[in-house]
């Protein structure tokens, strides 16, 4: 239900656009976020986005460099990342809440997608 793409081999300073497309059953009032787990670290949040009101909420670390964003016709979110850094690596994975709040647990999330290799250069 969910698809993430995008990722890539990029080098430090540079960006990627990943993106998450929605299909099946309708996500109207769902919180979608993103989600990235290095090698040997636990999964930690991103950025998250509700799919009706446009609330978004994004982790310190990346803040002023990543954006997350959606396109309702499209069914997609998209997570828009610029100043790309080596330890901005990992797996960044997609997910959906049903709930309309923005939570920053991956427990608060029942839907994930299968994840996209993000990998920064020095």
């Known amino acids: 239900q969910l698809q993430a793409s995008g990722g890539g081999l990029v080098q430090a300073g540079g960006s990627l656009r990943l993106s998450c497309a929605r299909s099946?059953?309708?996500?109207?009032?769902?919180?979608l976020g993103w989600f990235r787990q290095a090698p040997g670290k636990e999964r930690e949040f991103v950025a998250a986005i509700t799919w009706s009101g446009g609330i978004t909420s994004t982790a310190d670390s990346v803040k002023g460099r990543f954006t997350i964003s959606r396109d309702n016709a499209k069914n997609t979110v998209y997570l828009q990342m610029n100043s790309l850094k080596p330890e901005d690596t990992g797996v960044y994975y997609c997910?959906?809440?049903?709930?309309?709040?923005?939570?920053?647990?991956?427990?608060?999330?029942?839907?994930w997608g299968q994840g996209t290799q993000v990998t920064v250069s020095s």
């Open positions: 997910a959906a809440r049903s709930s309309g709040s923005v939570t920053r647990s991956s427990t608060g999330y029942s839907y």
């Open positions: 099946g059953r309708t996500f109207s009032s769902y919180v």
